[in-house]
């Protein structure tokens, strides 16, 4: 059934998807992320080094709901450039670096279409790669929806899993998609034989925080999930002293979801 909403409505939707947009922003740089260093060459890798608070990143995820009340998520996060508290955008050149993960959890709302939805981690697992990029990788999932990539001669970095996330999503009705958001925080274990990569400080963080703010125009919805093409996002490195409420990701994203539950039911009376 479709739903007409009044203009005198819309600017409701939107502040939540503006204040929505804004903590997402927030959090990633929350208290200015400490900086790090990466030295390509001691994993055998090209690029200069390059000193950032922030790893920017593309996010190309499949999203199942597999009952009314659990998902599952899969897919890849893709290295951009990075971001530093006086650079917006620093490249690497000839430097190729992704995560690969799948993800699992519980949610309320599996039409994302037609109202806000909020998710949150049960699991989530991922090993970050680099590689030599030379302009040919590509990311993306085949007409069957596994999780496909074209990267060669991938070494690996690092893994982690889970301590708290979780996600949300704000209905758009201009384009009958929606906005989709999600923040976690994961333990970030090095590996060994690569140790070199990550040059400061030293020891490295053994936290890292990740948060995603995707637009519509990201999304592509199918019967029981979405796809997420090129959505945005960025991580961060703590210390796990630092982080002394892993679990406020989850609640934020929570608080999110709800707000734009909130909106829609008032669009509703």
């Given at each position: 059934m479709s739903m007409k909403i009044s203009s005198t409505r819309l600017p409701l939707l939107r502040t939540a998807v503006a204040l929505a947009i804004a903590a997402a922003g927030s959090a990633a740089m929350a208290a200015d992320p400490p900086s790090f260093t990466f030295d390509p060459a001691a994993?055998?890798?090209t690029g200069?080094?390059?000193?950032?608070?922030?790893?920017?990143?593309?996010?190309?995820?499949?999203?199942t709901f597999t009952s009314a009340t659990t998902f599952t998520e899969t897919g890849y996060l893709v290295m951009t450039g990075f971001q530093s508290a006086t650079d917006p955008k620093i490249t690497v050149p000839g430097l190729g670096m992704y995560v690969m993960f799948t993800a699992s959890?519980?949610?309320v709302g599996t039409d994302p279409t037609a109202a806000g939805t909020v998710a949150t981690f049960n699991s989530l697992t991922y090993t970050l790669y680099g590689y030599n990029d030379v302009g040919t990788a590509t990311f993306g999932f085949?007409?069957?929806?596994?999780?496909?990539?074209?990267?060669?001669?991938?070494?690996?970095?690092?893994?982690?899993?889970?301590?708290?996330?979780?996600?949300?999503?704000?209905p758009d009705p201009t384009t009958g998609k929606?906005?989709?958001f999600a923040g976690a925080s994961l333990n970030f274990d090095i590996d060994a034989t690569n140790a070199g990569f990550f040059a400061a400080p030293n020891p490295f963080y053994d936290i890292a925080l990740t948060t995603f703010a995707n637009t519509p125009d990201t999304v592509?919805?199918?019967?029981g999930g979405f796809y997420i093409t090129q959505g945005g996002g960025k991580i961060s490195f703590q210390q796990v002293s630092a982080v002394?409420?892993?679990?406020?990701?989850?609640?934020?994203?929570?608080?999110?979801?709800?707000?734009?539950?909130?909106?829609?039911?008032?669009?509703?009376?």
């Open positions: 994993a055998g890798l200069d080094s390059v000193t950032a608070n922030n790893i920017l990143i593309s996010d190309y995820s499949k999203v959890g519980t949610t085949d007409a069957g929806g596994n999780a496909v990539e074209t990267a060669a001669g991938e070494k690996v970095l690092a893994t982690g899993s889970l301590i708290s996330g979780g996600g949300s999503t704000l929606f906005y989709a592509t919805p199918f019967e002394p409420e892993p679990e406020t990701y989850a609640l934020m994203l929570a608080g999110l979801g709800a707000v734009g539950f909130v909106a829609r039911r008032r669009q509703r009376s």
